[in-house]
C-alpha cells in the first residue's frame, strides 16, 4: 500500500510540476507509468483513466500512449469514451486521439451509445470534438430506443443537432 502511495505521489508532482503542457493537455490516472524520450513519451500501463483538460471527456482503456511533441493519445484495449455533457459514449479497442485538432479516430469495430437513444455499431468511426460529429465511410447499423434497425453504407451524425445523415 505504501508502494503505490509513493508511485501515485511521484505521478502526481511530475504532472502537476514539471511537465505542465502534459498537465493542460491530459489528466492522467494509471497504475503504472513509463516515461521515455526525455520525457517527452509516457506509456500508461494495467488499465486507467485520461480525462480532458476540462473535464468532459473521460477515456479508459487497458494501456496509453501519449506523445508530448505530437499531442496525440492512443489508447489500447477495451476502450471507453465517455462524454457527459454531450451525452455519448463509445467502445472500441483502439483510438487514436490527435489532441491539436480534437479529432478522435476508432480503428476497427465501433459501438456507440448516443443521448441514451441511439445505438450506433460500425468500425472505423472519427469523432470531430470541434465540430461535434460522428462519422464513418464504413457500413453502420442505427438502433434506434424503439429498436428499430437502419443500415447505411456511409454515416454522419451532429450530435449538437440530433441529426443523422446518409452521406453519398
Known sequence: MKNKKIIFITIFFFFKFLSPSVAESFNFDVTNIEIT??????KGLNRGNVTTDNGQTIITA???EYNKISNILIAKGEVVI???IKDYIIETDHITYFKEKE?????GKTKSLIESKYTILSSDV???KITNTLE?????????QNYT???TDFFYYSIDESLFKEKI
Open 37 to 42: 524520450n526525455n520525457g517527452n513519451f509516457f
Open 62 to 64: 487497458n494501456t496509453f
Open 82 to 84: 465517455e462524454d457527459k
Open 103 to 107: 479529432i478522435i479516430t476508432s480503428k
Open 126 to 128: 472519427t469523432l470531430d
Open 136 to 144: 464513418t465511410k464504413k457500413k453502420t447499423i442505427i438502433t434506434d
Open 149 to 151: 434497425n437502419y443500415e
